[in-house]
């Protein structure tokens, strides 16, 4: 019986060594988990950015603290400050509109680090946020107390100078930073597709 046949032949190898070239990055967590900090360091930095998520969502600084950040710019200012009798002053009134919210050094936001953690079972996992000891209370908020006084005793700068305050708990409002924002996922995804697609 005659008959036809259509012989085709594929050379598998470059795909096969693509495949195992995707198979180690994979195998290796570490690189990967990496890249995903490096995402969600960007992110964090971003809600430092924009005050909060949505953008300026955190609670509004108390104009006591913008007074006393604004007195300690230099003996000079603080002067001024405390001679004038009202805040309403220029120099003050632009301060306080360029006072960024947990950026007074930026200490805070300069001190999130991420650290790939050992794999719980099977699944790879990255821990990301601050070793300093008011990291915490400002994410999730919280009521300050004394733990020796009766009291806790701290200066504030007024127009009239400066005030020390007698208080037995001082809150904090929570200013969550360390916060999954809505673009996220797409980043982390393009990350990882960028990562595993190039050599």
Do not use: C
């Amino acid at each position: 019986m005659d008959g036809v046949a259509l012989k085709i032949s594929v050379d598998s190898l470059p795909a096969i060594q693509r495949l195992r070239a995707v198979a180690s990055k994979v195998i290796d967590t570490v690189p990967l988990l990496k890249i995903a900090g490096e995402v969600m360091r960007d992110s964090i930095e971003q809600t430092f950015s924009e005050e909060g998520v949505p953008a300026g969502s955190w609670r509004r600084l108390h104009m006591s603290s913008i007074a006393t950040a604004y007195s300690q710019g230099g003996q000079k200012r603080k002067k001024a400050f405390v001679k004038r009798t009202g805040m309403a002053t220029k120099g003050f009134l632009s301060f306080a509109t360029k006072k960024k919210i947990l950026q007074g050094a930026g200490l805070l936001k300069n001190s999130i680090t991420y650290r790939p953690a050992s794999s719980l079972e099977g699944v790879a996992q990255l821990v990301i946020g601050s070793n300093l000891i008011y990291a915490r209370i400002h994410q999730l908020g919280g009521v300050i107390r004394p733990k020796i006084k009766k009291a806790l005793r701290f200066p504030i700068m007024t127009a009239a100078g400066v005030q020390w305050v007698t208080k037995r708990s001082v809150t904090i409002p929570a200013r969550p930073y360390l916060v999954i924002r809505p673009e996220d996922q797409r980043n982390l995804t393009e990350a990882v597709e960028d990562f595993l697609t190039n050599p």
